[in-house]
C-alpha cells in the first residue's frame, strides 16, 4: 500500500537530527562520557572528520525534510572544533547552496576548551548558537572533567566563554548533574549567574554499569524498547549505576532549590530548559524536549559516515537504522523499526505511571533510565521517577498562576512579587513539594 505523503510529513514535521561530524573523537577524556567508547563501532576506521560527500548529502536531505520555513542544525560530538573553523566553514556554504529560501541556523556544542578569538569571529559573523559544557564552579567541574593528560580544564573553559561574551556570541550552558554537584544546587546555579549566563540546561547524569556476568570491558546498553515485552530489566535491589550518576531523588531535589531561587528573582532574566519546558506543557501544549513527549523517534542521531541512528542515546548496532548514502533520511526516520521504537515510549509505561498524577509533564522521561521496577513488579519504571514526581508536584501551584498570567496577556515574571510576599515555611511544617516531609529535612535541608 502506499504511503500517504501528508501522513507521513505530519509525522516528520519535528524531525531533528544530532550530527556528529567527527564522531566520538574528543580532547578530553570526561569520567562519566558514554560516547568515547564509540569508536569500538568503527574498529577498521581511521579518519573521523565526516567527509564532503557526505556532509553535503546530509545537509540536502536534512533541508528538504523540514517543512518549516526555518531549519536549525545540530552538530555536536566527541569534540566538533577540533575539525577546525574552516571545516565549519564548508557547512554554512554548503547551507547557502541548498537552504531553498529557507533560513538556516545553526548550534555547536563544545567542550569550549578550543575556542580561540579566530572561532569566535566565525560563530558571531555565522549567527551560531553555542553550548557550552561546564558543570559548575572549578572544584566541581573539574572533578570529572578533565583532559586526556589528566589535567583540569576549568580555566581553558572560563576563558572561552569570556571569549563569546567579548565577541556577543549567543552561548548557552549545559551542565551534567552528577552525584557531587548534584549536592549543591545554589552554589551551581548562583555561579551561572555570576558570570552571565543566561539560558542553562540541567542533564542529569544516570549510567549503568554492566551486569555481573558481562565483561568488565562491555557498555550496558539502555532498556531495549523495540525489543520482547519480556525484559531483563533490572529489579531496583538489583540495578547497579556509576559513582558518579546522580541519586534517584537527587537531581529533583536539585531542580526544586534552584527553581525556588528563580521563582523569586529570575524569572524572565534567566531561562533554565526544564522550567521554561515545563511552563509550556502546563499552558496545554506538546512538550518541546524530547524526555517528556509522549512518543519519541523524531530525534535521531547521524555519525560521522551517515549512520543514521534512532536516539543519541541507542548508538548500538540494533538500533541503527541504514545510512543516508544509500537510503534517503526520510525513509529511515519513517521506517516501522524506528515509528516502533518512538511509540513504544507510551506504550510500554507501566500501570503506575499511567496512574500518576503528574503523568501528564513527565511521560515517562527518557527511556534510556527506564530501567527499575515499579513496587508491583512491573518492568520499565524510570530510574528518576522520585525526581520527577517530587519536582513536578513542587512546581505545580506557581506553574498554574503563570499560566493564569499568561492567559491574561501579562508576563510570567509578575509571579515574583508575590511568591516574595509568601511567608517561608516552618521548619517543621509540610515541605511544599509535596514529599510528606518536613521542610527541614526536605527541601529546607538543600536550601
Known amino acids: 500500500m502506499p504511503v500517504n505523503w501528508s ?54 536531505q536534512y533541508i528538504e525534510a523540514q517543512e518549516a520555513p526555518e531549519v536549525n542544525f545540530a552538530w555536536q560530538g566527541g569534540e566538533p572544533t577540533l575539525l577546525g573553523v574552516r571545516y565549519f566553514q564548508r557547512v554554512v556554504e554548503l547551507q547557502q547552496r541548498h537552504a531553498r529560501g529557507k533560513r538556516i541556523t545553526n548550534a555547536l556544542q563544545t567542550n569550549g576548551t578550543l575556542l580561540d578569538d579566530a572561532w569566535c569571529r566565525f560563530l558571531y559573523e555565522n ?52 552525584r557531587l554537584n548534584g549536592q549543591q544546587p545554589l552554589e551551581v546555579y548562583r555561579f551561572f549567574r555570576r558570570i552571565g549566563a543566561r539560558y542553562l540546561q540541567f542533564i542529569p547524569l544516570v549510567e549503568r554499569l554492566p551486569d555481573a556476568e558481562a565483561e568488565a570491558s562491555d557498555l550496558p546498553e539502555p532498556h531495549a524498547l523495540a525489543g520482547p515485552a519480556t525484559s531483563s530489566v533490572q529489579s531496583v535491589q538489583e540495578a547497579r549505576v556509576t559513582d558518579w550518576s546522580v541519586e534517584p531523588e537527587q537531581y529533583g531535589a536539585f531542580l526544586c532549590a ?68 544509500s537510503t534517503s533520511m526520510i525513509d529511515l526516520a519513517d ?89 517561608a515555611p516552618g521548619r517543621n511544617d509540610p515541605c511544599r513539594c509535596g514529599s510528606g516531609r518536613k521542610y527541614k529535612r526536605c527541601c529546607g535541608a538543600i536550601s
Open 7 to 60: 501522513d507521513r510529513r505530519s509525522r516528520l514535521r519535528a524531525l531533528h537530527v544530532m550530527a556528529k561530524p567527527i564522531g566520538p573523537i574528543c580532547n578530553l577524556d570526561c569520567s562519566y562520557c558514554f560516547y568515547l567508547d564509540k569508536t569500538r563501532l568503527y574498529p577498521d576506521h581511521r579518519r573521523w572528520a565526516m567527509d564532503d560527500a557526505v556532509l553535503e548529502e546530509f545537509i540536502r
Open 127 to 178: 549567527a551560531f548558537l553555542v553550548g557550552i559544557s561546564l558543570d559548575g564552579p572549578r572544584e566541581l567541574h573539574d572533578a570529572y572533567r578533565k583532559d586526556k593528560q589528566g589535567r583540569p580544564t576549568f580555566d581553558r573553559v572560563m576563558q572561552s566563554i569570556e571569549r563569546l561574551q567579548r565577541h556577543h556570541v549567543e552561548f548557552n550552558i549545559l551542565t551534567v548533574v552528577n
Open 258 to 325: 534552584i527553581y525556588d531561587e528563580w521563582i523569586k528573582r529570575d524569572v524572565g532574566t534567566i531561562f533554565v530548559q526544564a522550567f521554561d519546558v515545563a511552563l509550556g506543557i502546563w499552558a496545554g501544549n506538546p512538550a518541546s524536549l524530547c524526555v517528556f513527549a509522549e512518543t519519541c523517534g523524531a530525534s535521531l542521531a547521524m555519525e560521522h559516515n551517515g549512520d543514521i541512528y534512532a536516539c543519541d542515546h541507542y548508538v548500538y548496532p540494533e538500533y541503527r537504522l541504514g545510512n543516508l548514502m
Open 335 to 423: 521506517s516501522e523499526q524506528q515509528r516502533s521504537f518512538g511509540s513504544a515510549k507510551r506504550d510500554r509505561l507501566p500501570e503506575c505511571c499511567r496512574r500518576c498524577p503528574v503523568l501528564f509533564a513527565c511521560r515517562g522521561e527518557c527511556p534510556k533510565h527506564r530501567f527499575m521496577s515499579s513496587p508491583n513488579g512491573e518492568d520499565g519504571l524510570n530510574y528518576l521517577c522520585p525526581s520527577y514526581k517530587r519536582f513536578f508536584t513542587h512546581i505545580d501551584p506557581t506553574m498554574r498562576d503563570m499560566v493564569r498570567l499568561l492567559e491574561r496577556g501579562r508576563a510570567p515574571a509578575e509571579i515574583m512579587s508575590s511568591v516574595q510576599r509568601l511567608p
